[in-house]
């Protein structure tokens, strides 16, 4: 990989643009980090999309002080 971006959080990995992403990012070799708003047992039947990713579940991300804490945590 040339550029020099290797870990990647997605905010909303389970919706339209984000699961793509999920899928896709990890192929090219970066570490992706998505956040869920339900918990993951929701997104049991989609887990060919999110297995090569960290995910972070029940997340509401409009709370600032849990988006640092993820952000530090990356």
Same mark, same amino acid.
């Given at each position: 990989m040339k550029n020099k971006i290797s870990k990647i959080l997605i905010l909303g990995a389970g919706g339209m643009l984000g699961? &793509?992403?999920?899928? =896709?990012?990890?192929?090219l070799g970066y570490s992706v980090t998505g956040t869920l708003r339900?918990? &993951?047992?929701?997104? =049991?039947?989609?887990k060919y999309i999110f297995g090569a990713v960290d995910l972070i579940d029940e997340l509401e991300i409009t709370n600032n002080v849990n988006l640092n804490k993820i952000v530090e945590n990356i």
């Open positions: 699961h &793509k992403l999920c899928q =896709e990012l990890p192929k339900k918990n &993951k047992s929701y997104y =049991e039947q989609y």
